[in-house]
């Protein structure tokens, strides 16, 4: 079956430590997101990209980077600049006129 | 730059009663429209969309949506409210723009009273 594959389901990050966020897909989709969602705050855009090799910032990209080598792959990296990480984490890929498929999350949680 | 309001952050509901979610947008050009529920630490998954086509959209689960222009609105509606309906519900646009980013409203949690 086709769709989005987020790993680890949940991640625990020291204090000064970058982590990476895994997102898979297989629906042949060109563009991929990421959001950030808070209680109480709807989902944030935080980067996205339309094409392998090219992505652009969200609304709230500071403290985060993306890469994008390949179409299926989409890996977010919170780097140790994001002083607020904790927060549930989600991949999507698709676009307006078709649907947007989301990943099951990434429960990310500072320690 | 578009945004979507969710008015009611709670609403419950009895068992077998109207369900009415409130969403309204700001866009001067009808968007792609979007309700998406969620469930405790899962992804979305998506009720219905609204890519101009018919205005009354009927999605899963017995649940549907009008599109109302002149209101700015879309509104989801079920006509009776089921205990596996409780989660998290979410409107969102998609600008007829390059970026189809998705901008999210705040979001609704349905409580179903039994």
């Known amino acids: 079956d086709g769709g989005i594959t987020q790993s680890p389901k949940y991640l625990f990050r020291k204090e000064g430590q970058n982590v990476t966020l895994s997102c898979e897909q297989n629906l042949n989709h060109d563009a991929m997101y990421w959001y950030r969602q808070d209680p109480g705050q709807g989902l944030r855009l935080i980067y996205y990209s339309q094409i392998v090799n090219d992505f652009q910032k969200g609304d709230i990209a500071e403290g985060y980077s993306v890469s994008r080598e390949k179409k299926e792959s989409f890996p977010l990296t919170v780097t140790s600049a994001q002083k607020n990480p904790t927060a549930f984490y989600l991949c999507s890929s698709g676009t307006g006129p078709y649907g947007y498929t989301f990943g099951s999350g990434t429960r990310l949680t500072v320690v | 730059a578009q945004s979507v309001t969710q008015l009611g952050s709670h609403v419950s509901v009895s068992e077998g009663a109207l369900v009415l979610l409130r969403c309204n947008y700001s866009s001067s050009v009808p968007p792609y429209l979007f309700w998406y529920v969620q469930y405790p630490n899962q992804g979305l998954q998506l009720l219905l969309k609204?890519?101009?086509?018919?205005?009354l959209v009927k999605g899963i689960n017995d649940f549907e949506a009008e599109f109302k222009k002149s209101e700015t609105s879309f509104h989801l509606t079920k006509p009776s409210a089921h205990m596996s309906d409780a989660a998290e519900y979410f409107c969102a646009v998609s600008p007829m723009d390059s970026s189809y980013k998705l901008i999210f409203g705040s979001g609704t949690r349905l409580l179903v009273r039994p």
């Open positions: 609204y890519t101009s086509a018919a205005t």
